[in-house]
């Protein structure tokens, strides 16, 4: 599975980003979910063929998707106030050895205790390149609250490292890792199977 395949702009829906011939506005079950969640998109993202961030954003009523290389804020980001001690971000990083489905590390990877209330979770969505230049370009990330995924499972996709995940998965994840309802992370999961990746596979 080629996850760099590009999709041509002019031959897109508008809508989910996908070939008009594979568009799934109407096949999208949206779901309430009580975490927020704030995707910061590296452009050149937008119109692959595994654009499970685009997805996400359709599925996640709570969620809001961001197209660019960087935002002064994270209220900047969100386009409106919050609390960043009541935010955290996926890490590109590790954390330390630990059957934990999520840890909570400060600017110092040290883990966060007590564990902090996370009712918002910012996801970068790229290669590893463009993540960590995401990561770079907007410092106000490093004031937030570190999370790292221990996933369970492996991606449904190719992926070099176990940990590795596509963006919805890690979202899923998270989700079940904060306490989500577990028919948000449940439905997420299986629609980025169903619409994006074995569609891919025919």
């Not at 452009?43 to 709570?62: D, F, G």
């Not at 960043?84 to 590109?92: A, H, I």
């Not at 910012?122 to 937030?144: C, I, T, Y």
């Amino acid at each position: 599975m080629n996850s760099n395949q590009r999709i041509n702009k002019s031959h897109a829906c508008p809508s989910c980003l996908r070939p008009k011939e594979q568009c799934i506005c109407a096949r999208v079950n949206p779901v309430d979910n009580r975490t927020s969640v704030l995707i910061l998109q590296y452009p050149r993202e937008q119109y692959k063929l595994l654009n499970s961030a685009k997805l996400s954003s359709m599925v996640l009523s709570n969620c809001i998707l961001r197209v660019g290389l960087s935002w002064p804020n994270l209220n900047a980001a969100l386009r409106k106030s919050t609390e960043r001690t009541q935010w955290g971000v996926l890490y590109l990083g590790s954390g330390a050895v630990s059957d934990e489905a999520v840890q909570i590390l400060d600017r110092k990877k040290q883990p966060v205790r007590p564990r902090p209330d996370i009712r918002g979770i910012v996801v970068l969505d790229g290669s590893w390149k463009q993540a960590k230049g995401l990561w770079w370009r907007n410092p106000w990330l490093l004031k937030l609250n570190r999370i790292v995924l221990n996933p369970a499972k492996s991606s449904l996709r190719n992926q070099t490292k176990r940990e590795a995940l596509s963006t919805a998965e890690a979202i899923a994840a998270a989700l079940e890792a904060f306490g989500e309802e577990p028919q948000v992370y449940q439905s997420l999961a299986a629609q980025y199977q169903t619409l994006i990746v074995e569609p891919k596979l025919l």
